[in-house]
């Protein structure tokens, strides 16, 4: 298993940017290919973006496309979402997931990843 925290949320006006971390432990991260989903109130949790483990791969959901961006540091055991143009569809709470075994999957679905971050508030409001 490997531990994801996330951090970097919290309260920015529209047409703001944050960046948000996911720290892993384990020295096995490296291996992992890693997604972002988010969920707001009362809503199902969906896909943002996906990066595969060696970095050369990521995709993201035409919501956001143009405006976030995913990225890894597998040297720092960390993966990125860079988050410009903020709007206040955005707020949501946001997770980082870790895929942990092979086999074939659909990254935009949340059952193809088997380990969660606790999930951190992204409110977008002026």
């Known amino acids: 298993q490997v531990q994801l925290v996330e951090s970097g949320g919290g309260l920015v006006q529209p047409g703001g940017s944050l960046r948000l971390s996911c720290a892993a432990s384990?020295?096995?991260?490296?291996?992992?290919?890693m997604g972002w989903f988010r969920q707001a109130p009362g809503k199902e949790r969906v896909f943002v973006s996906f990066?595969?483990?060696?970095?050369?791969?990521?995709d993201l959901a035409d919501s956001v496309k143009g405006r976030f961006t995913i990225s890894r540091d597998n040297a720092k055991n960390t993966v990125y979402l860079q988050m410009n143009s903020l709007k206040p569809e955005d707020t949501a709470v946001y997770y980082c997931?870790?895929?942990?075994?092979?086999?074939?999957?659909?990254?935009?679905?949340?059952?193809?990843?088997?380990?969660w971050g606790q999930g951190t508030q992204v409110t977008v409001s002026s």
């Open positions: 990066i595969s483990w060696s970095g050369d791969s990521t």
């Open positions: 384990g020295s096995t991260f490296s291996r992992y290919p």
């Open positions: 997931a870790a895929r942990l075994y092979s086999g074939s999957y659909d990254f935009t679905l949340p059952k193809s990843f088997d380990s």
